[in-house]
């Protein structure tokens, strides 16, 4: 009865001492965000808003488009708009080759992890390079994010020692304070920035009335790699253009202090065009599937996220599963919802890795209802074909128990000899309800008859 | 089709229900009855430091004092007379490399945050990331409550760039221990300025 993703968090659960980690990392994480909200009287007030904002702006999006490529063409940046993923990677290829490059820096971006970019752009003979300290790292280590703001969580710092090690960065062998290799990354990296002949961003905000691309990062690698490079290109999904700077105040106050518990991230950017002695700038606009997505009734609302990672800080599941367990890039309630947008067929495993408590949505700061369309995701399986055999037919039986109150008070007045049951044969594992833990014991006397024999 | 009407099309016909735009005219941001000192304190919790200059000090002298080892200070502004190196006149963006000290100038503060704005006065806005040390020269009249009174002011030259920065680069991705200095500047100082008349 294992989902692909109950398979897998089981295999993350071995190593018990890196999975209390986790689980504790994360929480801390969200204790600070609860700081910084409980820190604003408007905190609810900025979450209503910013809701609002998103649901008009996404119900509108062809306006704003529009009127953000105008704004940005206006600016002396070329628009371009791709379909899918294969469009974009193309139009990628195609400006870098036109601009002979050999190697581009890029700061971290889901939607060229969404789109296979970096695959894409190797397979031709470009070298990308990852600045984002956690990106870099995994990219090093030849491996995919696993949590969309703090990408190489699942790596401890004897990991990224070693990776360095290996990778040449560091050379100090056994030497793995964090601190001291966080410097050799940056001196390793700023190599990279001024070797590389174009710069990537992605953007967490395009406002349509001024053209603008906004970046916020901590690191200062967006604005790193578009300082030094000739050519910026900023890549950016649909659902990302918001009206204007009053919007953008509402959420810029928000992502941060959601994401990460920080007050505001060190740099907030914005970029209109390209500086005096670079080539024009670049605006990608991407679909895929965003387009669709708009016209699903119970699932539209999930474009209205920006991508601060709070949900799966306070998931408990992701926080005791990792972000590896789920098949889908993105993890966490809002990848679950994602997924099953992309190929739910491909996805449906991740929808059992939810207790509906709902956390998700509690601290959402555009009120993104997780939850609830996981729920609803779980009711259209059988639609999928992807329901469980095994679940199903519980389900009918259960049915059956509860609809008949005999044969429900029968079942509860016998219930109690399962105990003479030998426990082996109790408590093995073709029994699901004594995995992790025995079998309970059943009381000799059913609920019902207590409550009568009381009253 | 270009792939522009493609998308805008299918999204028309996939759209429902559409919801209007909410006033956000009431919106009660924070505000504090001593925002300079809400910002050096914010400025201190994200890692960087201020210090108020008394009207009359040389800041060149300040500068010097805290970086007395700094031996590249690069800066365009006419204030700075430590300067070695000039934004405007390097050749290349890269040879800003290996600066010690940048300075340059914000335009206003935010004491939610920290943050101040500052839009791109020079030809290579590298300084203000490349340098390992960064120094902020900002009135201390300026400084407004939070980022709703700040979007209201931001302005943009024909640079068309422009950024908030709260505090020096730092980083958290290696095992969720803070470092600062990860890509850009490692220490963020700002001198506040008493530029009354």
């Given at each position: 009865m294992s989902t692909q993703h109950s398979k897998a968090a089981k295999a993350f659960l071995k190593n018990q001492t890196y999975a209390h980690w986790h689980d504790a990392t994360f929480w801390a994480v969200r204790t600070k965000r609860d700081n910084m909200a409980y820190g604003l009287d408007e905190w609810e007030q900025l979450r209503e808003k910013a809701s609002q904002i998103k649901r008009h702006t996404i119900t509108h999006l062809d306006k704003y488009l529009d009127q953000f490529a105008t704004a940005a063409e206006r600016n002396g940046c070329e628009v371009h708009w791709a379909k899918d993923a294969k469009e974009f990677n193309e139009i990628v290829y195609g400006i870098l080759k036109n601009h002979n490059v050999k190697k581009m820096v890029k700061s971290k971006s889901m939607l060229t992890e969404e789109c296979g970019m970096n695959p894409y752009l190797e397979a031709k003979g470009i070298e990308v390079v990852e600045t984002d300290l956690g990106e870099r790292i995994i990219q090093l280590k030849g491996q995919a994010p696993?949590?969309?703001?703090?990408?190489?969580?699942?790596?401890s710092h004897d990991d990224v020692g070693e990776l360095f090690e290996e990778k040449g960065i560091s050379n100090e062998k056994g030497n793995h304070d964090p601190t001291y290799l966080t410097y050799r990354a940056r001196l390793s990296l700023r190599n990279e920035f001024l070797t590389a002949d174009a710069g990537m961003t992605g953007g967490n905000f395009g406002i349509a009335e001024t053209g603008d691309i906004v970046v916020c990062t901590n690191e200062g690698n967006a604005d790193m790699s578009t300082s030094c490079p000739k050519l910026h290109i900023a890549a950016i999904g649909l659902e990302k253009i918001i009206p204007n700077y009053d919007c953008l105040a509402v959420f810029q106050r928000m992502l941060c202090r959601a994401g990460?518990?920080?007050?505001?991230?060190t740099y907030t950017s914005h970029f209109r065009k390209a500086r005096p002695t670079a080539d024009h700038m670049h605006i990608i606009l991407v679909d895929n599937g965003r387009s669709e997505w708009i016209?699903?009734?119970?699932?539209?609302?999930?474009?209205?996220?920006?991508?601060?990672g709070s949900c799966m800080n306070t998931c408990p599941v992701y926080r005791r599963s990792g972000g590896y367990s789920y098949s889908y890039f993105i993890p966490g309630p809002i990848g679950i919802n994602l997924g099953m947008l992309r190929n739910p067929q491909q996805h449906s495993g991740n929808v059992s890795a939810c207790t509906l408590c709902l956390s998700c949505q509690t601290v959402c700061p555009v009120k993104l209802n997780l939850g609830d369309q996981i729920y609803q995701w779980r009711q259209q399986l059988d639609d999928f074909g992807t329901a469980n055999p095994q679940k199903k037919l519980m389900c009918k039986a259960m049915s059956m128990v509860y609809g008949s109150p005999g044969i429900y008070n029968l079942g509860t007045s016998l219930a109690h000899w399962a105990n003479y049951i030998p426990s082996p044969l109790m408590n093995c594992s073709l029994n699901p309800w004594a995995e992790g833990h025995n079998m309970m014991e059943f009381p000799k006397k059913p609920f019902h008859k207590m409550i009568k024999d009381y009253e | 089709m270009s792939s522009k009407e493609d998308i805008l099309k299918r999204y028309r016909a996939n759209v429902k229900e559409q919801f209007d735009m909410p006033d956000l005219s009431d919106i009660a941001g924070v505000t504090y009855p001593d925002p300079l000192l809400q910002f050096i304190n914010m400025t201190k919790s994200v890692g960087g430091n201020a210090i108020e200059v008394a009207k009359g000090r040389d800041i060149n002298e300040i500068i010097r004092e805290l970086y007395p080892e700094a031996k590249e200070i690069a800066s365009n502004?006419?204030?700075?007379?430590?300067?070695?190196?000039n934004p405007d006149n390097v050749s290349q963006a890269s040879d800003l490399n290996g600066t010690d000290v940048g300075i340059i100038r914000g335009t206003f503060g935010v004491a939610e945050n920290a943050c101040i704005w500052i839009p791109q006065t020079m030809k290579e806005k590298a300084v203000m990331f490349i340098s390992e040390n960064l120094v902020i020269l900002l009135s201390k009249s300026q400084i407004v409550n939070n980022m709703h009174e700040a979007y209201k002011r931001i302005e943009f030259n024909d640079y068309g760039y422009g950024t908030f920065i709260s505090g020096p680069s730092k980083t958290a991705d290696i095992a969720q221990v803070l470092v600062m200095g990860a890509q850009a500047a490692r220490s963020a100082t700002v001198l506040l300025l008493d530029e009354s008349d």
């Open positions: 696993s949590h969309i703001v703090m990408p190489a969580i699942h790596l990460t518990g920080q007050p505001t991230t016209g699903n009734p119970q699932h539209w609302e999930v474009l209205k996220c920006i991508r601060c | 502004l006419s204030e700075v007379t430590i300067a070695t190196r």
